[in-house]
């Protein structure tokens, strides 16, 4: 797996969570120059793109969690965060992050549940 995400949890409606995809050493070379994106598959759903961050931080979000999410990159750190507030339950689902064109092989993602 060469990005892990992390940061998943339980958490009630209204309340935020912050997660964390760092890569692996494998992919150092390929992380800054390459957009970063958050997807979810939420229950019952396809995977679905959340957020995205090209190599000059310029974000791009669905309409359903713009002004909701935050998605942020450490180049240095090989790190791409998101940052979710005003959680609700349609929220719930499994967060990957991977590289827009060409993706990774997924790996498990981070669970995020929000209860109402």
């Known amino acids: 797996v060469q990005l892990q995400a992390s940061g998943g949890g339980s958490v009630q409606a209204g309340g935020y969570l912050r997660l964390r995809c760092v890569a692996t050493?494998?992919?150092?070379?390929?992380?800054?120059?390459?957009?970063m994106a958050w997807y979810r598959q939420t229950p019952g759903n396809q995977r679905e793109l959340v957020a995205m961050i090209d190599p000059d931080k310029r974000a791009t979000y669905v309409e359903s969690v713009r002004g909701r999410f935050t998605i942020s990159r450490d180049n240095s750190k090989k790190t791409v965060f998101l940052q979710m507030s005003s959680l609700t339950s349609a929220d719930t689902g499994v967060y990957y992050c991977?590289?827009?064109?060409?993706?990774?092989?997924w790996g498990p993602g981070t669970l995020v549940t929000v209860s109402s």
């Open positions: 991977n590289r827009l064109s060409t993706p990774y092989p």
């Open positions: 050493s494998a992919i150092f070379s390929t992380f800054a120059p390459n957009t």
